[in-house]
Structures are given as structure tokens and as C-alpha cells.
T-cell receptor, first 114, second 112 residues
């Protein structure tokens, strides 16, 4: 998984707090995707971003979740007022273009809500 | 809508035995198919991909998968597994857009 860097690897939050997950894509990649993996399930698409643009957020919960990919710096997935059900592994992937190039994944952030 | 089915949630197999992990998909359009492997507490690593051309694709560590359009399958096989192959394997489908649809995964456990 060299290249796509996610931090932190583990994040613990209490209910009601905010969680911020960061993702730096592979060098040369300008497309970022966020996925969520619930226990015993596969990955579910959340959002697709390019620099300064949200292309598709159809997989994002309508409330409390937001994502950005600024001109400078990593992509951020932000979860406000976390609840127990937000506990999951959140994976970021990147690609140089969205067509048929495989997405490369980071090691994920495992979010635990107390 | 596209979907991916991995029928086996867990597959135990003895070391040096062959293994097949099944993946079936449904799609009304042409697809790209992928197998990813996930080791504990790590992200997904691309194992192999089918984009076009030869229907049999191989990875560098001995896995292979065959795209079967008539059976809408993309099963993963290895003739002789090692302990180090113990991991979770995910099949994914894409119609050429950015949205990957993942299966629920198959846990391969290689026994000594």
C-alpha cells in the first residue's frame, strides 16, 4: 500500500465529538475516493473528489458527513457529532484518472466510538 | 444496477492444496473486474484485474482468475496455497467509472 497515506490509523472518539480523517493520495494521482467498511461487510463507496471539487457524494450520509480535497494538502473526511454507528474502517483510494485505472488503497483509519 | 456476490464468507484449506474463491457479478454493461487482498489491519492491495483482452489474468504470486462472460463469473484460483495467503479477498466490479462495487469478501484461512 505504499503511496496512499492515511492518518491516523486508529481514532477513538466519544459520542458527539468530531472525527477528522486524512488522506494523501499517491504521487501523481489527482482523484480521491473514500469508502467505508462496516464489520463483516465489503467496502461501500462514499465520495469521489478531485482537487477542490466534489464529483460524486452519492454514498455519503446526508447529515454530519463532509469531505474536501483542497488545492494544497490532504483530503479530509469529517464526521460531526459521531454516533456509535459510525464505528468502521474508512479507506481512501486514489487514481491518476477514473477511467479504467485501478484504484490504490491506503491502510485505512479505524474509527471507534465510545 | 451492478452487484457482486461472493458466496463463500470463509474458506479453510490446507497448505499446498488448491483453492478457488468464487465471485459472480451482475451488470447490464461491459465491466472491469478486480480482486483485492486485505491482510489484517491493512488496506486493500490490488491482486489482479481484468480490463479487456485475454480472459485469464494472473498475479505475480501465483493467483489467477478467469473472466467468464456467459456465467458472469470471475473466480480466483491458486493451485497451491501458502500460510502467507491467509487474508480476506474482495472481488470488485466497475463499469469503467469510478464507482467500484465490492463483494462482502471471502476469508481464506490456510491451515498447516
Amino acid at each position: 500500500n505504499a503511496g496512499v497515506m492515511q492518518n491516523p490509523r486508529h481514532l477513538v472518539r466519544r459520542r458527539g465529538q468530531e472525527a477528522r480523517l486524512r488522506c494523501s493520495p499517491m504521487k501523481g494521482h489527482s482523484h480521491v475516493y473514500w469508502y467505508r467498511q462496516l464489520p463483516e461487510e465489503g467496502l461501500k463507496f462514499m465520495v469521489y473528489l478531485q482537487k477542490e471539487n466534489i464529483i460524486d457524494e452519492s454514498g455519503m450520509p446526508k447529515e454530519r458527513f463532509s469531505a474536501e480535497f483542497p488545492k494544497e494538502g490532504p483530503s479530509i473526511l469529517r464526521i460531526q457529532q459521531v454516533v456509535r454507528g459510525d464505528s468502521a474502517a474508512y479507506f481512501c483510494a486514489s487514481s491518476p484518472q477514473y477511467s479504467n485505472q485501478p484504484q490504490h488503497f491506503g491502510d485505512g483509519t479505524r474509527l471507534s466510538i465510545l | 444496477a451492478q452487484s457482486v456476490t461472493q458466496l463463500d464468507s470463509q474458506v479453510p484449506v490446507f497448505e499446498e492444496a488448491p483453492v478457488e474463491l468464487r465471485c459472480n457479478y451482475s451488470s447490464s454493461v461491459s465491466v472491469y473486474l478486480f480482486w483485492y487482498v486485505q491482510y489484517p489491519n491493512q488496506g486493500l492491495q490490488l491482486l489482479l484485474k481484468y480490463l479487456s483482452g485475454s480472459t485469464l489474468v494472473e498475479s505475480i504470486n501465483g493467483f489467477e482468475a478467469e473472466f467468464n462472460k456467459s456465467q458472469t463469473s470471475f473466480h480466483l484460483r491458486k493451485p497451491s496455497v501458502h500460510i502467507s495467503d491467509t487474508a480476506e479477498y474482495f472481488c470488485a466490479v466497475s463499469s469503467g467509472t469510478y464507482k467500484y462495487i465490492f463483494g462482502t469478501g471471502t476469508r481464506l484461512k490456510v491451515l498447516a
